[in-house]
Nanobody
């Protein structure tokens, strides 16, 4: 059974940093594109970042480019999201997702597996 488990969320002041982790099991991790999405209160789940099988390609939403960095460690079956210069607009539940295709999709409809989410709250 495929499982994705996020961790690392919390409360942080504007300008601060957080590092989210996603641990994967039940799938051949090295053959999956991995991604992060987030969902703010009253809004649809939106794309944040994605990373290829080997980690040599990444894609970011314009709103986080230059502030967030996605990475993966295939030996640990884990994907990470380093978030710097956080803003109140970054507040939401962050989810990791997996898809067995070599395309960095930005649509939530194109990912097969999801974690339970971790809350990130950025205060002013």
């Amino acid at each position: 059974q495929v499982q994705l488990v996020e961790s690392g969320g919390g409360l942080v002041q504007a300008g601060g940093s957080l590092r989210l982790s996603c641990a994967a099991s039940g799938l051949t991790f090295t053959t999956y594109t991995m991604a992060w999405f987030r969902q703010a209160a009253g809004k649809e789940r939106e794309f944040v970042a994605a990373i290829s099988w080997t980690g040599d390609s990444t894609r970011y939403a314009d709103s986080v480019k230059g502030r967030f960095t996605i990475s993966r460690d295939n030996a640990k079956n884990a994907v990470y999201l380093q978030m710097n210069s956080l803003e109140p607009e970054d507040t939401g539940v962050y989810y990791c997702a997996a898809d067995p295709r070599k395309i960095l999709f930005s649509s939530r409809l194109l990912y097969d597996y999801w974690g339970q989410g971790t809350q990130v709250t950025v205060s002013s």
